[in-house]
């Protein structure tokens, strides 16, 4: 079945780092993946979006990679910084393009 | 815009009853989605509208659980009786078709059965 997957393990870095999550997809070829952020109690919010075709995509301080070789995406959040504590989410078009499947999140810590 | 409006934030019920969870997408949206997210399944996507036609409802889970959207302003998630497994936070999410534009979610309603 097509599945994403992304560490289940907390991340915890320390405030100005660079937060790499990562992102896995198997047994399909998604068109694009979505990243997500999520907060306690609240519904995800949309970050950005890259396309099978696209290698990299930037929005301030947040860069997403797509690498269809390995078949996994790299969300980099750069000078990280305590606010971006949350939970991110990867989720990819599946196959037949009527749905996306999300991946179970990675919770993010930034210590001060 | 308010964004996506859900309705109730919580709801607890003893199992057997029957629960509505409501839902108000974002004006000119023309998708609806609604979601289930537990700890042990992440989040599921349970049943997707496009232009108040169900188009996918693969992701719901049994015959319990039924969805309607009688317009493009307002739908509704039903389980009919509920179960103690039904125990999750329901989201509806909306977004412009075609399926790859970002879906917009609402808070969420924290169903407890009991």
């Known amino acids: 079945s097509q599945k994403i997957e992304q560490n289940s393990e907390a991340l915890n870095i320390q405030e100005g780092k660079t937060a790499t999550l990562t992102c896995n997809y198997t047994n399909y070829s998604p068109a694009y993946l979505q990243w997500y952020r999520q907060d306690p109690g609240r519904g995800p919010v949309f970050l950005l979006l890259?396309?099978?075709?696209?290698k990299e995509k930037r929005k301030e301080r947040l860069k997403v990679t797509f690498d269809t070789t390995l078949k996994q995406s790299l969300f980099h959040i750069t000078a990280s910084q305590p606010a971006d504590s949350a939970t991110y989410l990867c989720?990819?078009?599946?196959?037949?393009?009527?749905?996306?499947?999300f991946g179970g999140g990675t919770r993010l810590m930034v210590k001060p | 815009d308010a964004g996506v409006i859900q309705s109730p934030r919580h709801e607890v019920t003893e199992m057997g009853q029957e629960v509505t969870l409501r839902c108000k997408p974002i004006s000119g949206h023309n998708s609806l989605f609604w979601y289930r997210q537990t700890m042990m399944r992440g989040l599921e996507l349970l049943i997707y509208?496009?232009?108040?036609?169900?188009?996918?409802d693969s992701g719901m889970p049994e015959d319990r659980f039924s969805a309607k959207m009688p317009n493009a302003s307002f739908s509704t998630l039903k389980i009919q009786p509920s179960e103690p497994r039904d125990s999750a936070v329901y989201f509806c999410?909306?977004?412009?078709?075609?399926?790859?534009?970002?879906?917009?979610f609402g808070p969420g309603t924290r169903l407890t059965v009991l």
């Open positions: 989720a990819g078009l599946n196959n037949a393009g009527n749905m996306l499947t």
């Open positions: 509208f496009n232009n108040n036609v169900p188009i996918d």
């Open positions: 890259i396309r099978e075709n696209e």
């Open positions: 999410a909306s977004s412009h078709f075609p399926l790859g534009n970002e879906q917009f």
